[in-house]
């Protein structure tokens, strides 16, 4: 069975530190692009960062550029996302997806509450 099981959210301070893992099972990550999304209230999925099949080429929205690190494990078939010096504005639910070979898979996603 196929699944992709974020963990890692929870609340943080403004200007904290959180990291996201992203563990997949069911399929072999390696020929898979990752990618991080979220979701606030009320609002449209965005894409935060995606990370190429290999780990060489990274994409970041420019929201989260020079804060947000996506990394990749392919022998633990797992993804990050280290995510620094939060702000109120990255209050969402975070969702894992992989792309590959004409399927899209997503995770359940896991909520990040930056709030003092």
């Known amino acids: 069975q196929v699944q992709l099981v974020e963990s890692g959210g929870g609340l943080v301070q403004p200007g904290g530190s959180l990291g996201l893992s992203c563990a997949a099972s069911g399929f072999t990550t390696n020929w898979y692009a990752m990618s991080w999304y979220r979701q606030a209230p009320g609002k449209e999925r965005d894409l935060v960062a995606r990370?190429?099949?290999?780990?060489?080429?990274?994409n970041y929205a420019d929201s989260v550029k020079g804060r947000f690190t996506i990394s990749r494990d392919n022998a633990k078939n797992t993804v990050y996302l280290q995510m620094n010096s939060l702000k109120p504005d990255d209050t969402a639910v975070y969702y894992c997806?992989?792309?590959?070979?004409?399927?899209?898979?997503w995770g359940q996603g896991t909520q990040v509450t930056v709030s003092s």
């Open positions: 997806q992989a792309v590959g070979g004409g399927y899209v898979y």
């Open positions: 990370i190429s099949s290999a780990g060489g080429s990274t």
